[in-house]
Nanobody, 122 residues
Framework: QVQLVESGGGSVRPGGSLRLSCVASQRPFSRSVEAWFRQAPGKEREFVALVRWHGGSALYAESVKGRFTISRDNPKNTVYLQMDSLKTEDTAVYYC???????????????WGQGTQVTVAS
C-alpha cells in the first residue's frame, strides 16, 4: 500500500519560513497530481497548492500565492512546500495528497498523509 509521509512542520514566528516534505513510498503514475491542503482548528480543510508529477505549472490558493512554492524531486519521490513570509493565519495541520485529477477539491485525492503541524506565533 502506498504511503505518504509528511515532515518539516514546527513553530515559527511571523515572517519566518518552513519547508514541508512529503515522501511517497512508491513512485506515482505519470498523470498523478500532488497537492497540499491544510486544516486550521475549527475550520474546513482547504486547498493550498498542487503540481503535476511530470511537469506543468503549479496552482496556488490566493491566500498563499507569492509566499508558498510547491516543487517535486522525482528521483526521491518527494514533494515540497516552501513556505515563506508566514503569517499567523497559516497556522494549521498541513496534509499532502495524491490524486489523478488536476483539482483543488479534496474529493479528487485518494491518498493522504497523516499531516504535520505548522504553528506561526510571536
Amino acid at each position: 500500500q502506498v504511503q505518504l509521509v509528511e515532515s518539516g512542520g514546527g513553530s515559527v514566528r511571523p515572517g519566518g519560513s518552513l519547508r514541508l516534505s512529503c515522501v511517497a513510498s512508491q513512485r506515482p503514475f505519470s498523470r498523478s497530481v500532488e497537492a497540499w491542503f491544510r486544516q486550521a482548528p475549527g475550520k474546513e480543510r482547504e486547498f493550498v497548492a498542487l503540481v503535476r508529477w511530470h511537469g506543468g505549472s503549479a496552482l496556488y490558493a490566493e491566500s498563499v500565492k507569492g509566499r508558498f512554492t510547491i516543487s517535486r524531486d522525482n528521483p526521491k519521490n518527494t514533494v515540497y512546500l516552501q513556505m515563506d513570509s508566514l503569517k499567523t493565519e497559516d497556522t494549521a495541520v498541513y496534509y499532502c495528497a495524491r490524486g489523478s485529477q488536476y483539482s483543488t477539491s479534496q474529493q479528487a485525492y485518494e491518498l493522504w498523509g497523516q499531516g504535520t503541524q505548522v504553528t506561526v506565533a510571536s
